[in-house]
């Protein structure tokens, strides 16, 4: 029986279950979003931002959902005379080349196979041509279950491209993979908060490189709802262009804090452990989707190999457990099916769900 007021347990790739420490803070009183209470989150909350993501650049709050950030770096940092070069291995890397399209700008893609990783070498041979000026990549693509090797595409990027902006959709990566902003050299990454943040959606952080505002001054176009310079501009003043998403905010606030007391380290390495303990049972009962080498520490997408009925044990879950996972994503539904291993979920639920499959399929 679906009933909203009584929703599944969620295991999908997104959103994922928020505790409810978590909920709670998203019933705080509100704050005038021009008044001083609402600076004093803001700062706050960027400022513990900054922390999690080791930058010292800018952290924006938009009142939107991930999808956003494909737009808004496209638009703000690329002259309608410019070029991108769209690396895709899945479905949401793809969506982005849709979209920059969509933005009136000039796409070329670098596609692999689903399943498969970008490499540096291909990027590489790729830019060589010295036609782009920015180039997109996905950090886990949440298709697929895949990272690709971010770390040494960026190490490349450095020592080859300097000039090329980078912007990564770190949507289902953000908190649960490593990820140092200025360390990587990138100028715009993002993640809508209903993944690794385990808040309920409805809003983006942001970081954006000082290149990529100073670059944005002189792009034709850039729209209004997405401006990086009203973005930079209210920034400020501690504050975002129009009124945002308050509850939200103090629920980053919130989750931030227990973040840099955990410390950024033990964070990734707890998600690790969550993905090798999902990997190993992926691997003995079925087969990872994807070369383990590169598999996401934030869900694992399994492959069918032995042709179960995914949907219906999906449904079976639900019924018996109130509890459900992800199919295939696209063209891979019955072909595999998602299970999210980050935020707030904790090992124990992992066991918990992963007997409960085990029922169903033996
Ligand atoms: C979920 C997801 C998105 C879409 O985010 P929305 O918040 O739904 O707009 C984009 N990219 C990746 C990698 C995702 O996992």
């Known amino acids: 029986m679906t009933d909203w007021k009584n929703p599944p347990r969620l295991f999908i790739p997104g959103p994922v279950k928020s505790d409810e420490d978590v909920l709670e803070q998203l019933s705080r009183p509100t704050l005038g979003h021009r008044l001083p209470e609402y600076s004093q989150l803001h700062k706050e909350t960027v400022d513990m931002l900054k922390q999690v993501f080791f930058t010292e650049q800018n952290v924006f709050l938009m009142t939107n959902s991930g999808s956003g950030g494909w737009e808004a770096s496209v638009r ?69 279950g895949l990272a690709n090797p971010v770390y040494e595409i ?24 490593p990820l140092e902003f200025d360390k990587l050299g990138w100028d715009v990454t993002f993640a809508s908060v209903q993944k690794a943040f385990a808040i309920p959606p409805g809003m983006t952080v942001a970081l954006v490189s000082d290149r990529a505002i100073q670059k944005s001054k002189d792009v034709p176009g850039r729209g209004y709802y997405f401006d990086f310079q009203q973005y930079a501009k209210t920034a400020e003043k501690n504050q975002t262009p129009t009124t945002p998403s308050v509850p939200h905010i103090m629920a980053i606030n919130y989750q931030c804090q227990k973040l840099l007391n955990e410390g950024m380290e033990n964070v ?22 994807c ?49 999210a291993h980050m935020g707030d979920i904790t090992l124990d639920d992992l066991k918990e769900l992963l007997h409960w499959i085990e029922a169903e399929i033996e």
């Not at 969509?102 to 010295?130: F, N, Y």
């Not at 020592?159 to 959709?169: L, Q």
């Not at 990734?268 to 049972?281: E, G, I, T």
Request: proline fraction near 2%.
């Open 268 to 289: 990734w390495s707890r998600h690790k452990q969550m993905a090798d303990f999902v990997r190993s049972w992926a691997a003995d009962k079925f087969e990872l989707f």
């Open 291 to 339: 070369d383990r080498k590169y598999a996401s520490n934030t869900l694992t997408t399994v492959a069918n190999t032995r042709g179960i009925n995914i949907a219906e044990t999906i449904k079976s879950l639900k019924e018996k457990h109130n509890t459900v996972f992800g199919n295939g994503y696209g063209k891979t539904k019955e072909k595999a099916f998602r299970i």
């Open 154 to 177: 960026s190490k490349m990027m450095k020592e080859k491209y300097p000039d090329v902006m980078i912007f990564v959709d770190s949507v289902s990566a953000m908190v649960g993979m």
């Open 76 to 144: 703000n940092c690329v002259a309608p005379d410019e070029k991108i070069l769209c690396t895709t291995c899945g479905a949401f890397s793809e969506k982005w080349a849709t979209v920059a399209k969509a933005c009136g700008r000039e796409v070329d893609t670098l596609g692999v196979e689903w399943g498969k990783p970008v490499t540096a070498e291909m990027i590489d041979q790729k830019l060589a041509s010295g036609d782009y000026a920015a180039m997109t990549m996905v950090y886990s693509e949440t298709s697929t």
